[in-house]
């Protein structure tokens, strides 16, 4: 079992920052990847991004590429979701999830997922 405990989300106004955060327990140690996926209202859920566990690779959808900056600290055994330039369009609901697996963007592939985290960015 893993558990994944995101925290960080807020309501902030275009063009700020805010730092999400996503907490593994449990089986950490076999986690390939760790994704980050949203989904706002009306819309499916899509990929913001990933990040090897190991190797800390990291990979981005187009929406965010240049905003968004993944890390983690495999000590507190977190991963970091650094968004820059927030846009009204980035409102959803953010949910980490960890996949055994090496495919990375669908979220398909990801076994455990978070409770989820909103993110609002007023105009």
């Known amino acids: 079992q893993v558990q994944l405990v995101e925290s960080g989300g807020g309501l902030v106004q275009a063009g700020d920052s805010l730092r999400l955060s996503c907490t593994v327990s449990?089986?950490?140690?076999?986690?390939?990847?760790l994704g980050w996926f949203r989904q706002a209202p009306g819309k499916e859920r899509e990929f913001v991004a990933a990040i090897t566990w190991n190797a800390g690779r990291t990979y981005y959808a187009d929406s965010v590429k240049g905003r968004f900056i993944l890390s983690k600290n495999n000590a507190e055994s977190t991963v970091y979701l650094q968004t820059n330039s927030l846009k009204p369009e980035d409102t959803a609901v953010y949910y980490c999830a960890a996949t055994f697996t090496t495919v990375l963007v669908n979220e398909g592939a990801y076994a455990y997922w978070g409770q989820g985290i909103q993110v609002t960015v007023s105009p």
């Open positions: 449990g089986r950490a140690y076999s986690i390939y990847g």
